[in-house]
């Protein structure tokens, strides 16, 4: 196989991929605009109505504010327990790090139902029934993982020299936390945020356990959306969700460059 | 970790003044709260549950998923599930790193828009998009039907096609960006170096490129087949009933038939999954890294 040859073909593949990967998100999108209750595409003519009717779908906006605030709740606290724990690892002093670094990453390899069930029988046990709080601490476990593996990255290649240099010139310790090692983990922090953000935003496995009749987060009310009446409002709900993922990705680009999200997510 | 890799790290410790490490441990005690408290004990307490019965220790809940057809087929389906997904991906996605590393400027803005836009989009809206896209009068449909290769619609949806199609659809970026991780330092010089030592190309792939992009491989392969395996959403919206996974069995044994045993238990058996995934695929990794 000649270079050229391996490089077209491999493009190629990666084309397919590319169509392949973003077929279902256009079809939701064209749904969307669907003028009928069913989900035609809308050759014949455009309609918004969809979008109107997203804001009165049944218990769509105390599902969302619930979904924002665990998101945004859960993904801070992990981002501190991450970044003192990358700390403790990165430094070199810690007994154990290395296995304490695979076991804070290996909550993403446990499937979510069986963490979700494992959380609930623990709730139970410890008398825990408020549902905002164990949704809050069972995505604090969901979001860790993330934040771990990309704060633990970035803090192995930060020099913490960097922080005594500061100081030697005459920086106080907070100041130079704040001026020179946040500016350089300030991309390691919008990665892992935003990953957090996004898995917690997106969780239904461990959710569905913790959550009641009454309170409910936005992808168990979508899934019940979806089985109970599908209308193109629900195509709608996702496309405005998309929207909202594709504005804070082009951040993102902005601030950091997708290309190295991809080498940090991974 | 064997004896002899211990001893140069205990070494070290040794070394370290007792007040950094004391530090260290300080900083790290919030996230070890939480690993203990919310993660391994928690887990622990599914695994005692699923050992017991109101009498005591009994290994009954095990007993009813493994001793029987039905209990089988949901441990087949699950696995069934996560291995041709983890098979597909990686078909396609082995060659798709090559091609996304290889490509620049617009194309790989492209490229790394497709893989990180469905990543964030919701699972469960990719699902229900595919559910529109294969029903009997839905896009792919029309489109046999407009170019004539069928005259009638072919029933797609909740067949097994669909959910595969679906699976691999969802699954693909979790074997693509792993593997792209690794094969983008790749150096090119060394393709080259095996080129000007009488290599042809063919070889310098087979010999040189591909040891090196084992991690990236077993990591792809580790993700997906863990995420497919214990799949929920997946199989519920384009198979439903049609297709009974261990996932399926612990959400109705919590969410319908209250029968937190035997829950429980195929909690524990998709657990052991996952443990085992973890420990082959880092020996795997460690391996794969050493020999590359």
Redesign the interface.
């Known amino acids: 196989m000649k270079g050229k040859t391996f490089r077209f073909f491999t493009i190629a593949v990666m084309m397919g991929a590319t169509l392949f990967l973003l077929a279902p998100l256009a079809i939701i999108a064209a749904a969307s605009f669907s003028p009928t209750p069913v989900f035609d595409l809308p050759v014949g003519g455009a309609s918004l109505r969809w979008y109107a009717a997203v804001g009165s779908l049944d218990g769509f906006w105390p599902a969302l504010s619930l979904s924002l605030q665990i998101a945004l709740l859960s993904t801070a606290l992990s981002l501190v327990l991450g970044t003192l724990a990358g700390i403790a690892i990165a430094r070199g002093a810690m007994p154990g790090a290395q296995a304490f670094s695979a076991a804070l990453a290996s909550p993403l390899m446990m499937p979510g139902l069986v963490l979700g069930i494992a959380l609930l029988q623990f709730f139970r046990a410890v008398g825990l029934g408020h549902v905002w709080t164990s949704l809050l601490l069972a995505h604090v476990v969901v979001t860790l993982p993330f934040v771990a593996r990309t704060m633990i990255a970035a803090l192995s290649r930060f020099d913490f020299t960097l922080l005594d240099a500061a100081r030697t010139l005459g920086c106080s310790f907070p100041a130079a936390l704040v001026r020179v090692m946040a500016p350089a983990l300030a991309p390691a922090y919008l990665t892992a945020g935003l990953f957090a953000f996004l898995a917690s935003m997106d969780n239904y496995p461990v959710s569905i356990f913790l959550t009641d009749a009454r309170t409910k987060t936005l992808p168990i009310k979508m899934l019940q959306y979806i089985e109970e009446s599908p209308d193109p409002s629900i195509a709608a709900l996702s496309t405005l969700i998309l929207l909202a993922t594709l504005a804070l990705l082009l951040l993102a680009d902005r601030a950091v460059g997708l290309h190295r999200l991809a080498g940090l997510a991974e | 970790m064997s004896a002899v890799a211990q001893a140069p790290a205990r070494a070290?410790?040794a070394a370290?003044p007792r007040r950094?490490?004391r530090?260290?441990?300080t900083?790290?005690l919030?996230?070890?709260i939480?690993?203990v408290f919310?993660?391994a004990?928690?887990?622990a307490?599914?695994l005692s549950?699923s050992l017991h019965d109101d009498a005591g220790f009994s290994l009954e809940a095990y007993g009813r998923i493994l001793g029987d057809a039905y209990g089988r087929s949901l441990v087949w389906n699950s696995l069934r599930l996560g291995l041709i997904t983890t098979a597909i991906t990686l078909v396609?996605?082995y060659?798709?790193?090559?091609?996304?590393a290889?490509?620049r400027g617009a194309?790989?803005?492209?490229?790394?828009?497709?893989?990180?836009?469905?990543?964030?989009?919701?699972?469960?809206?990719?699902a229900?998009?595919?559910t529109?896209?294969l029903?009997s009068h839905?896009?792919v449909n029309d489109a046999l039907l407009l170019l004539h290769i069928t005259d009638k619609p072919i029933r797609m949806i909740f067949t097994q096609t669909s959910l595969i199609v679906g699976a691999a659809?969802i699954f693909?970026?979790f074997m693509?960006?792993?593997i792209?991780?690794v094969v983008?330092q790749i150096d090119p010089r060394l393709t080259e170096a095996a080129a000007t030592l009488g290599a042809p190309?063919?070889m310098a792939?087979l010999r040189v490129v591909v040891p090196l992009s084992l991690p990236g491989v077993v990591?792809g392969v580790?993700?997906v087949f863990?995420l497919s395996?214990?799949a929920?959403?997946v199989p519920?919206?384009l198979m439903g009933e049609n297709y009974q996974t261990l996932?399926s069995a612990?959400?109705k044994a919590?969410?319908l038939v209250r029968d937190?045993a035997l829950?429980?238990a195929a909690?524990a058996i998709?657990?052991a999954i996952?443990l085992l995934?973890?420990v082959v695929s880092?020996r795997l990794g460690r391996a794969s890294g050493r020999s590359a």
């Open positions: 070290a410790a370290t950094d490490r530090a260290a441990l900083l790290a919030p996230a070890l939480v690993l919310l993660y004990l928690p887990l307490r599914l549950l396609f996605g060659p798709a790193a090559f091609g996304l290889m490509s194309l790989r803005s492209l490229f790394l828009a497709s893989l990180f836009l469905p990543l964030a989009a919701s699972v469960i809206a990719k229900f998009a595919w529109i896209l029903r839905g896009a659809n693909l970026p693509i960006l792993p792209y991780a983008a190309p063919i792939f990591a580790a993700l863990s395996v214990s929920y959403v519920t919206l996932a612990i959400a919590f969410l937190p829950g429980s909690g998709l657990m996952g995934v973890v880092n």
